[in-house]
């Protein structure tokens, strides 16, 4: 078939052939999204708007509203941002409302709610949005006006992107992880290197990779310039909407290679642990490959990028029977209240207080230089998040570097950047 994954999603919503000449690459289609999803920083303002338009909500059950970024609140002004998503869920009776005792970091929690789910249209005011490409969803990132529109709506324009294919050959080595392909993607390609595009995986190679591998990777295509990305829909698809909702779905067709306007061969093997240094994520190099001593302040391990169970499972797995070096200060935050739970019952949250690590409760925090984690002047951190532009995580001069949770561990217990060993699976 001579249409990609996104073209098929964009043609099953419009009832449309996925190669007729309307979804052509860089032609403009209004489609009906699925999920209208904002959190605490962008919903007041896609509230803002859409009540001063005078119109009515177009359906309330594509609403989500998550409260994650600076919840709990951290200040007054929190508070009342969060105060004013509250008050317009409760008069709406908007069920998709999560909140403080619900608690999860967005991109984490409407996958595992069964809300984003395959062949769906999922619309954010959230960059990171694209993750839900993992689960065979065209997701991405909007502004909160365009919110506010599918709000009064249920509908949303979008260009139809070209698309790169990703030819995933091999297998991962054991301790290699999907952060560590999308780091060595986005260090191949360059932070603009997909820019407007969809970035598509296919090949073997996809077999190896677990479905938190998947929403890793898509997670970050933003970080390359991707419109979305999206996975394949196959049998650990299948187990995971099984779990979330109860159900399975169609697989995508084959797209022919002419589909893309490009195809990149990946080599799972031969990728080692990589690192992200200051302060771009394309600014990458196989963590065994710097020389250079790196003294380590702060390590935190969660976000909407790697704060899922296996995550936690890798940073358990290496810290367990140690203790993180001095000074070192060790955040781990869960990215829901049930992978929490989860990580109680399997004895990684003792794992980590005993090895001198925190544990917080879901929220984006320090990934965006929030709370539960500032970088003072001068201070390094290792950590799982997704961005490391200057300032993300606190002082202007303060250096971030982005791992995978077992490299970001090791780098805890050492004191220092390093990695932990790896080996083929």
């Known amino acids: 078939m001579k249409a990609t994954y996104t073209q098929q999603i964009l043609a099953r919503k419009l009832g449309a052939d996925p190669c007729d000449p309307t979804l052509a690459g860089g032609n403009l289609v209004l489609v009906g999204a699925d999920v209208a999803l904002s ?19 177009c359906d309330k059950c594509k609403v989500t509203f998550v409260l994650d970024h600076f919840t709990p609140n ?46 769906t249209v999922v619309i954010g005011a959230d960059s990171h949005t694209c993750t839900y490409g993992a689960l065979g969803a065209f997701s991405t990132g909007v502004g909160s006006t365009d919110i506010a529109a599918i709000m009064m709506s249920g509908k949303v324009w979008l260009k139809v992107p070209t698309a790169i294919k990703f030819n995933l050959k091999g297998k991962l080595r054991k301790g290699v992880v999907g952060k560590d392909v999308i780091l060595y993607i986005i260090g191949l390609i360059g932070v603009d290197g997909a820019l407007y595009k969809s970035i598509e995986f296919g090949g073997e190679g996809v077999d190896c990779l677990s479905m938190d591998d998947r929403f890793t990777i898509c997670n970050m295509a933003i970080e390359c310039g991707a419109k979305n990305g999206v996975f394949p829909i196959d049998e650990k698809t299948d187990e995971y909407t099984l779990e979330s909702c109860g159900r399975t779905f169609d697989r995508f067709e084959p797209a022919d290679d002419d589909a893309y306007e490009q195809i990149i061969d990946i080599d799972l093997s031969a ?58 200060r060790t955040i781990v935050i ?6 929490y739970l989860q990580a109680v019952k399997a004895g990684y949250i003792e794992t980590f207080i005993k090895g001198g690590a925190i544990v917080s409760t879901p929220t984006c ?3 965006l230089g929030g709370h539960m984690g500032i970088l003072a002047s001068g201070e ?10 200057i300032g993300r995580m606190g002082a202007k001069d303060s250096y971030i570097y982005l791992a995978s949770p077992s490299t970001a561990m090791a780098s805890a217990i050492a004191g220092r950047l390093t990695c932990a060993d790896t080996e083929e699976k």
């Open 271 to 328: 990728i080692r642990p990589v690192v992200a240094k200051p302060h771009l994520p394309s600014n990458t190099a196989f963590a065994d490959e710097i020389k250079e001593e790196i003294k380590v302040d702060q390590v935190v391990i969660g976000s909407c990028t790697n704060g899922r169970l296996s995550d936690l499972r890798q940073a358990a797995e290496v810290l367990e029977g140690k203790h993180v070096a001095p000074g070192v």
């Open 380 to 389: 390094v951190a290792v950590t799982t998040t997704n961005r490391n532009f």
């Open 74 to 119: 951290r200040d007054i002004k929190s508070a009342q941002q969060c105060k004013i998503v509250r008050d317009f869920a409760k008069e709406n009776s908007i069920e998709n409302f999560y909140d403080v005792g619900e608690m999860g970091i967005e991109h984490a929690l409407l996958p595992e709610k069964g809300i984003a789910l395959p062949w």
């Open 365 to 367: 925090g320090p990934c």
């Open 334 to 339: 869960p990215a829901t209240n049930k992978i």
């Open 39 to 57: 959190n605490d920083v962008t919903a007041p303002v896609a509230i803002d708007v859409f009540e001063k338009s005078g119109c009515r909500l």
